[in-house]
Nanobody, 124 residues
Framework: QVQLVESGGGLVQAGGSLTLSCAAS????????MAWFRQAPGKEREFVGR????????GYADSVKGRFTISRDNAKNTVYLQMNSLKPGDTAIYYC?????????????????WGQGTQVTVSS
């Protein structure tokens, strides 16, 4: 069982930056694949980016590629989402997700564990 707690959301002006954190409890964090999703009002939850366990390979949605960076600190059981050059279209609730195994997963149904989400609002 893994419990996830996101933090770091807030209000930022367009062009600004924010860093989200996701702290995980439980054992063997380094073996879990982690991902960030977001959900804007009236829209479906969408993939933002992912990072694999152990090796830490990453992948991103086209909409955030080059602006967002995912990293993880296995010693701290934490994954981060660094968001730069934020746009009003990035406004959403951001969720951290986790699953075991080795592979590439980009849909919400692929992930077993979820945080409660943190609100990111980008003003124009």
């Amino acid at each position: 069982q893994v419990q996830l707690v996101e933090s770091g959301g807030g209000l930022v002006q367009a062009g600004g930056s924010l860093t989200l954190s996701c702290a995980a409890s439980g054992r063997a964090f380094s073996g879990y694949a982690m991902a960030w999703f977001r959900q804007a009002p009236g829209k479906e939850r969408e993939f933002v980016g992912r990072i694999s366990g152990i090796i830490g390979s990453t992948g991103y949605a086209d909409s955030v590629k080059g602006r967002f960076t995912i990293s993880r600190d296995n010693a701290k059981n934490t994954v981060y989402l660094q968001m730069n050059s934020l746009k009003p279209g990035d406004t959403a609730i951001y969720y951290c997700a986790a699953r075991g195994g080795i592979g590439v997963w980009t849909t919400p149904a692929d992930y077993d564990y979820w945080g409660q989400g943190t609100q990111v609002t980008v003003s124009s």
